[in-house]
């Protein structure tokens, strides 16, 4: 007896059609992994979802440099972008330019991004990175929470591996699925309006959720890059530390979807004998000559 509501199984036959044809009539595009390189060391994390390969990149990317140019120079307008020459922005640039050194063993696309940094007035506790290296900054995360050098640097390496993992680009694409549903069959032998229809299903890049396991995924690849970069990572536990804090026992909005502080703590934790190396080395010692992690609010992290 058939139990799958028609229109259910209607819609997993359309998606598993979309997989055949993603496999056999798309142009290849490499996966992004965990990458190989003379360097066996570094942080372990795996593969990212195949599902992206729905929405083509250059054009995710040019929505997201569209909308990023909307938002700054809405925020221009209104006097909330801060200056160039102002002391939190040449301190954020300096970070982020030195994450951003090592992006592309993550992804080699990195290298023609046209990156950019600014940092927008506002008071909450956020900031972010949009596919193409379109990174924001809100004053809110960095005047509440007080955050070191070296806590700012998770924190950007963490919204960089958002867009090194392209977790928009997926994100998106499991929005299209959806939402095209039983109608995808009878578009599959037209792919470009799929993918035009994909783009919009994840038009706001900035308020696209992530799912947990992409936040994971942020975690660990953001550990990895901001450690190369000379930053140490065992911070990454004081920034989530202070969020808790900061949050007063109350569930933050995104609880649904992100792991929760302590989650992300221990996760962090189990990986830092294999991202403190990476610091160790850009301080020319060995891992058990390194002090331990200071920061401006709790105790030392050893």
């Known amino acids: 007896m058939l139990r799958t509501p028609p229109t259910a199984l209607f819609r997993r036959l359309a998606r598993l059609v979309l997989a055949c044809a993603?496999?056999?009539?798309?142009?290849?595009?490499?996966?992004?992994?965990?990458?190989?390189?003379?360097?066996?060391?570094g942080v372990n994390v795996g593969r990212s979802s195949s599902v992206a390969r729905l929405i083509p990149a250059e054009q995710l990317e040019r929505t997201a440099a569209d909308q990023y140019a909307q938002m700054m120079r809405a925020a221009a307008a209104k006097?909330?972008?801060?200056?160039?020459?102002?002391?939190?922005?040449?301190?954020?640039?300096?970070?982020?330019?030195?994450?951003?050194?090592q992006s592309q063993r993550f992804n080699p696309r990195a290298a023609q991004w046209k990156w950019e940094v600014n940092i927008?007035?506002?008071?909450?506790?956020?900031?972010?990175?949009?596919?193409g290296g379109k990174i924001g900054v809100y004053t809110g995360i960095l005047e509440k929470l007080k955050l070191t050098d070296d806590e700012l640097a998770m924190i950007i390496g963490h919204e960089v591996a958002h867009a090194l993992r392209e977790h928009s680009r997926e994100r998106a694409a499991k929005n299209a699925l959806t939402e095209v549903g039983a109608g995808l069959v009878t578009s599959l032998l037209g792919m470009g309006d799929v993918g035009r229809m994909a783009v919009g299903a994840g038009a706001q890049l900035v308020t696209l959720g992530f799912s947990r396991a992409n936040e994971t995924d942020a975690d660990l690849v953001g550990l990895d890059v901001a450690a190369r970069a000379g930053?140490?990572?065992?911070?990454?536990?004081?920034v989530w530390e202070k969020m808790a804090a900061a949050a007063k026992g109350a569930?933050?909005?995104?609880?649904?979807?992100?792991?929760?502080?302590?989650?992300?703590?221990?996760?962090?934790?189990?990986?830092l004998d294999e991202a403190l190396p990476l610091y160790a080395r850009t301080r020319g010692v060995a891992v058990t000559d390194l002090p331990d992690y200071t920061s401006n609010w709790g105790e030392p992290i050893r």
């Open 79 to 101: 006097g909330a972008l801060l200056p160039t020459d102002h002391p939190q922005m040449q301190r954020v640039r300096r970070i982020a330019t030195a994450v951003i050194a």
């Open 22 to 41: 993603l496999a056999s009539s798309w142009p290849a595009q490499a996966q992004l992994k965990a990458p190989t390189s003379p360097e066996s060391d």
């Open 120 to 131: 927008v007035a506002d008071p909450q506790i956020n900031a972010f990175c949009m596919p």
């Open 251 to 271: 569930p933050p909005q995104w609880m649904s979807t992100h792991p929760s502080s302590s989650t992300r703590i221990n996760e962090i934790r189990r990986h």
């Open 231 to 238: 930053y140490d990572p065992r911070a990454a536990i004081r």
